[in-house]
Structure formats: C-alpha cells, structure tokens
C-alpha cells in the first residue's frame, strides 16, 4: 500500500502563484510515476501533470508553460505559476504503483486539496 499526503493549497488571486506537495510513503519501491488530477464541481476528474521514474513529464494543455512538476526522491511538486480563476478545483495527487502479484499497475491517490483562485 502506497499512502500520499498533500500539502499547499489554499486561496490565491488571479496571476499569483502556488506550489503544491506531496510526500509518499508506504510501499514506494515499486511506483514509477507520480503526478496531479485536478477536478471542478460537476466536473470530470482530469490530468494536470504526471512525471515518470526516468523524469519525463506530461502536462495538459491547459497548464502547459505555467504550471511545473518535480520530484525529489518520494515527494512530488506542482509549481503553479499566472493562476486564473479556471484553475480553481481540488487537486489530487496521484501515484502509480507496479504490482508484481497480479503483474498490473494500481492507481492510488490522495485526500485532495483545495485550490481556489480568485479573479
């Protein structure tokens, strides 16, 4: 099992900045990305940015060149840079974990954390 905790979201305004944490712990040995979802009321749950073992990264297109994914050993950042009010959702960390017994991968996921931004 694969616990993860988030940290650093809150109330900013428009054009300011946030960076978003999330440590790990557990069985981390086997996980070989990390990353964060975002979800707005009535909306789906949807991909912010994932960054792999080797140090890839994906963004959506939506937060390409603002926002920034990192890693440091089994803590993951999401540096969020010109926030608009459409960036406004809870944001959940992700994790993805190889499972040798049944040879799949197994999501897991955080708590959440709310980000709002105003305009």
């Known amino acids: 099992q694969v616990q993860l905790v988030e940290s650093g979201g809150g109330l900013v305004q428009a054009g300011g900045s946030l960076r978003l944490s999330c440590a790990a712990s557990g069985n981390i040995a086997n996980i070989n990305r990390m990353g964060w979802y975002r979800q707005a009321p009535g909306k789906q749950r949807d991909l912010v940015a994932v960054?792999?073992?080797?140090?890839s990264t994906i963004y959506a297109g939506s937060v390409k060149g603002r926002f920034t994914i990192s890693r440091d050993k089994n803590t993951v950042y999401l540096q969020m840079n010109s926030l608009s009010p459409e960036d406004t959702a809870v944001y959940y960390c992700?994790?993805?974990?190889?499972?040798?017994?049944?040879?799949?991968?197994?999501?897991?996921w955080g708590q959440g954390t709310q980000v709002t931004v105003s305009s």
């Open positions: 992700y994790a993805r974990g190889f499972q040798a017994v049944t040879s799949s991968f197994i999501a897991y």
């Open positions: 960054i792999t073992s080797d140090g």
